[in-house]
Every structure is written in structure tokens, then in C-alpha cells.
């Protein structure tokens, strides 16, 4: 029988275990992942709506993490399928909006419409691979000790911590209410709206009772507020080499328009 709510789950358990993997971009400081994703988005958004040439250069960015972490591209969009179709209804009305011609392709020409329709795709495409990257390849302890390093506000990594973790509580309650209450009404799709009060009802206080529980036992662990019982990982070379590197990078990608700047080059060649 199937659970939305187990599914859910199942889909944040494997999360989880895609950032326990060990290929270079997981063994990566988790630091030095944050503050180059942040830039990338921040760069990638920044793009002026027609450099839609300059804007294709930052594919590169998730196409090369990718192949080193040994994600696979398609499960990524299979896990943001729901949020594809926002990110692709952006400037859908521009091509109503601005139709003076801006590109000419052999017999097709492209007015400015169309060509900022597909560069804000492009943007929110691009955004969510590096959102995707940084979670599937860091775990959640990981980013927030990171986080804390970094000096961000206590309150706010924790508020974010204990967030995810009563989310996926609360996924486990539910999936088994819905299971007990299908057991007694096999012949019906769903709950009935006359059921709704009571079933939230024990949604609350059983998914109250089993956070309970967890946060006593990250007491335990040593939770405090801090991280301490996180292993911190240390700052390496390669950290640093990949901070340096891939942000100079995105900064030169972000300040020349390398297509046009490779094709003069190839031209005076």
C-alpha cells in the first residue's frame, strides 16, 4: 500500500545516506562548500537577463561536481520535480512582454523576451543543482558545525537542525497513522473529513512524544546548543586550494563573457 508520507521519509533517508558517501567533493570541508555554493548562486543570479552566453559558462560548476561526487544528474531532477515546473514558469510571459528582435540563428530570431525567459530558467536550474550538491555531498551536523564556525547566530543553526529532524518525526508519525487508520477503513481513499480533527490531534501529540524523546537524546550526545559532538573536521590544503580556485573561477566567469572572449580569440587565430 502506498504512503505519501513514508515515501517522504524514504526520500530524506536517502539524502542522508548520498552525503555519507566518500568521493572527493564529500571529503571537502564543509565550509568551504557553503561559502563556494553561496557565491555561485549569488554570481549565477547577478547575470544581466539577455547574457544568456556568458550565463551557459556556469553549467560547468555542477556538470564538473557531479562527475566527482558520482551523483547522478537525473536523480537530481527527479527529487526537485516539483519545483521544476516553478523554476521553468519564471518569465514565462516575457516573450508577450518584450518582442524586439536581440538574436539572429541562421533563419531563427530570438527577441528579448525569449532570451531573458531562458536565462531566469537557466538561473533557477543552476541554483538548485548547487543547493542539491551541497546537500547530497554534506551532512546535516557537518554544515551546521560549519555554520557555527562561521559565527552564524546559535539560535538560527539550531531553529534549522532540530527543524529537519522533527520534519522527518513527524513524516514517521504520520505514515503510521495513515497505515493504522487504512487497516480499519480499507475501502476508502484517504481520511475522511470527518476523522481530520482527530487525526491531527494524535499527529501532534504523538509526534510531540517522539521529539521529546530525540531531543533528550541528543542531550545526552552532549547537545547543548553547540556542536561538540560533531567531529570538526580540519581546514586542509585542498579545501583551501578548492576555495581559492573554484571562487576565482566564478568571479572571472561572472566579470568576461568567456564564449564571446574564446571566439575573438579563436577569429584572430
Not at 121 to 132: D, E, N, P
Not at 164 to 190: F, H, N
Request: charged residues 15%; positive net charge; glycine residues 8%.
Amino acid at each position: 500500500m502506498y504512503n505519501k508520507a513514508s515515501a517522504a521519509g524514504a526520500s530524506l533517508r536517502s539524502m542522508e545516506a548520498l552525503a555519507g558517501g566518500l568521493s572527493p567533493v564529500h571529503r571537502l570541508h564543509p565550509a568551504a562548500k557553503l561559502f563556494v555554493t553561496v557565491l555561485y548562486i549569488g554570481l549565477t543570479v547577478s547575470f544581466p537577463k539577455y547574457s544568456l552566453s556568458a550565463l551557459a559558462v556556469m553549467a560547468l560548476y555542477p556538470v564538473v561536481l557531479f562527475q566527482l561526487s558520482g551523483l547522478r544528474l537525473g536523480e537530481c531532477f527527479y527529487k526537485m520535480r516539483y519545483l521544476l515546473p516553478l523554476l521553468l514558469a519564471v518569465g514565462i510571459a516575457n516573450p508577450f512582454l518584450d518582442r524586439a528582435p536581440l538574436l539572429r540563428l541562421g533563419s531563427v530570431t530570438l527577441t528579448g523576451g525569449v532570451v531573458s525567459m531562458l536565462t531566469l530558467m537557466c538561473k533557477g536550474v543552476f541554483a538548485l543543482q548547487a543547493s542539491y550538491l551541497l546537500m547530497a555531498t554534506t551532512k546535516l551536523e557537518a554544515l551546521c558545525a560549519a555554520l557555527r564556525r562561521l559565527h552564524v547566530p546559535s539560535l538560527l543553526v539550531s531553529l534549522l537542525l532540530l527543524t529537519y529532524r522533527y520534519i522527518s518525526v513527524l513524516l514517521e508519525q504520520a505514515a503510521l497513522l495513515s497505515d493504522a487508520y487504512a487497516l480499519r477503513a480499507p475501502e476508502q481513499r484517504g481520511v475522511h473529513f470527518r476523522a481530520w480533527g482527530s487525526f491531527l490531534g494524535q499527529l501532534l501529540l504523538r509526534s510531540m512524544d517522539r521529539a521529546t524523546a530525540l531531543y533528550e537524546s541528543m542531550q545526552l550526545r552532549g547537545y547543548t546548543g553547540e556542536f561538540s559532538y560533531t567531529a570538526s573536521a580540519p581546514f586542509r590544503l585542498r579545501d583551501g586550494l578548492f576555495l581559492l580556485g573554484a571562487g576565482a573561477l566564478l568571479i572571472l566567469a561572472r566579470c568576461y563573457d568567456l564564449p564571446v572572449c574564446l571566439g575573438r580569440l579563436l577569429v584572430g587565430l
